[in-house]
C-alpha cells in the first residue's frame, strides 16, 4: 500500500484512534459491497472473478490483518498477537485498516468488493457511521458437512469434527445478528457447487443491483442516462422498465398515495389492500435472515 495523502489524516497520540477523512472516497460515488461469509465458502475465488471482469477493487480484511501483523508498530504488535493466539481482532483497528485500504486505492478502480466483512453488527454499524453507505451484500453460504470436509482439507493438522459443527454454528448465530437488518440488501448464494457453476449466479446478482448488463467500464455504467422523450415512449411501448424503477413503481404502489388510488376501480382497489396485507406479512418474515441462508 502507498502512503495516505497527509490531508486525509490529522495526527493523534498512538493510544488514540487516527481521524480520517473519508469525503475522497464518498465523492467519487463508487459501488460498495460487502462479501461475509463463513470460511471455506469461496469468498476469494469469487472475490477474484468479479475482479478480473468487472474492474473492481477487492480488499480482504484477512489480507489486511494479516499485512498489518508484519509491521513492527504498535497496532502491528496488537494484530499479530491476536492471531498467533486466535483472539478477537479490535473492531476499530478493522475499520481503521479498511479506512486506510480505501484511500489508498487506484484512482481508476470501478468500485469496491469489501470481502469477509462485516464479521458483527458493530463493524456494520461503524462501517455506516464512518466510511458511507454499502450498495449490496453478497452472503455466500456452504453446507455444513461440505465446509467441514473444506477445512479438513486445508488444515495442517487433524481437526476434530464435533468442534468444526460448533464454530459453523456460532458463525451462523452471529451472522443472523449482523445481517439481519440488511436483510432487503442481501444476495444469498449457495456455494457448495463447483465455481463455474456459482458464479453466474454471481454475476447476475451483481448486474441486476448495479443496474447494468454489461462489465462496468465508466462512470455511466452506473448512471442510467437522460432519455430522449421519443425514446422512452417506444420503451413503455415494448413494456421495458429497469429494475430500480420496477421496485419504485411495485412501492408506490404499496404505499398508495390518495391520488394513485383514485385511478382504480373499487374492485381492483380491493385486490390491491389484499396485496399490501400479502406483502408485509412478507417484510415482516424478511426481517431476519432464515436459518437456511446463513
Not at 56 to 82: F, P, Y
Not at 130 to 152: C, H, Q, W
Not at 193 to 205: G, L, W
Not at 280 to 286: R, V
Amino acid at each position: 500500500m502507498g502512503n495516505i495523502p497527509f490531508s486525509c489524516v490529522s495526527a493523534a497520540p498512538s493510544t488514540e484512534r487516527v481521524q480520517y477523512d473519508m469525503t475522497p472516497i464518498q465523492n467519487k460515488n463508487l459501488p460498495m459491497i460487502w462479501l461475509a461469509g463463513q470460511k471455506n465458502t469461496g469468498k476469494k475465488t469469487h472475490g477474484n472473478l468479479i475482479k478480473e471482469k468487472y474492474d473492481l477493487e477487492v480488499i480482504s480484511i484477512s489480507e489486511l490483518l494479516r499485512q498489518e501483523a508484519m509491521n513492527d508498530t504498535k497496532r502491528g504488535c496488537i494484530v499479530k498477537e491476536a492471531l498467533d493466539t486466535a483472539r478477537k481482532i479490535n473492531d476499530t483497528i478493522v475499520i481503521d485498516l479498511l479506512k486506510e485500504s480505501l484511500l489508498n486505492s487506484n484512482d481508476n478502480i470501478r468500485g469496491f468488493l469489501i470481502s469477509n466483512f462485516p464479521k458483527n453488527a458493530k463493524q456494520a454499524d461503524m462501517f455506516l457511521k464512518e466510511i458511507g453507505n454499502v450498495n449490496f451484500i453478497f452472503y455466500f453460504y456452504s453446507d455444513t458437512p461440505l465446509l467441514i470436509d473444506r477445512a479438513k482439507e486445508k488444515s495442517d493438522t487433524e481437526l476434530n469434527e464435533d468442534n468444526l459443527k460448533k464454530d459453523i454454528a456460532n458463525a451462523n448465530r452471529d451472522m443472523k445478528v449482523c445481517l439481519g437488518k440488511f436483510a432487503l440488501k442481501i444476495e444469498s448464494i449457495n456455494t457448495s457447487s463447483a465455481p463455474e457453476d456459482v458464479f453466474p449466479k454471481v454475476e447476475n446478482a451483481l448486474i441486476r443491483r448495479l443496474s447494468t448488463s454489461r462489465p462496468i467500464a465508466t462512470e455511466s455504467d452506473y448512471v442510467r442516462p437522460q432519455e430522449k422523450p421519443e425514446e422512452k415512449e417506444a420503451e413503455q411501448e415494448r413494456g421495458d422498465q429497469p429494475y430500480e424503477e420496477i421496485e419504485l413503481a411495485d412501492t408506490n404502489k404499496r404505499e398508495g398515495t390518495q391520488e394513485t388510488r383514485d385511478e382504480y376501480e373499487p374492485e381492483e382497489l380491493e385486490k390491491i389492500q389484499v396485496e399490501d396485507e400479502r406483502i408485509n406479512d412478507e417484510e415482516d418474515d424478511a426481517s431476519v435472515v432464515s436459518d437456511s441462508e446463513i
